[in-house]
């Protein structure tokens, strides 16, 4: 069975910052594609970051500069980064995987920033 769980979101003033971790088990964590995704209330679910098993990274433009994704295979983990927080980063954060058992969700952090 696969499990993504996340931590670390929480409440922060504008500017601050916060990493989230998200915890996989059930795959084989360097197979996978993994990604962070948000969605923020009256709007789709967005890429905000990701990674590829080969190490390749990218970042939806509005976060660029401000977040970092990065992983450990050894602790089958990817983290998020995310600095210089504004208001419109609020939202709920998704964990992704992608791989060869499928399509594969967290169920969510809530980040809120305040202005």
């Known amino acids: 069975q696969v499990q993504l769980v996340e931590s670390g979101g929480g409440l922060v003033q504008a500017g601050g910052s916060l990493r989230l971790s998200c915890a996989a088990s059930?795959?084989?964590?360097?197979?996978?594609?993994m990604g962070w995704y948000r969605q923020a209330p009256g709007k789709q679910r967005e890429l905000v970051a990701r990674i590829t098993r080969t190490g390749i990274i990218n970042y939806t433009d509005s976060v660029k500069g401000r977040f970092t994704i990065s992983k450990e295979n050894a602790k089958n983990a990817v983290y998020l980064q995310m600095n210089s927080l504004k208001a419109e980063d609020t939202a709920v954060y998704y964990c992704?995987?992608?791989?060869?058992?499928?399509?594969?969700w967290g169920q969510g952090t809530q980040v809120t920033v305040s202005s």
């Open positions: 059930g795959i084989i964590f360097s197979l996978n594609d």
């Open positions: 992704n995987s992608n791989g060869y058992k499928g399509v594969y």
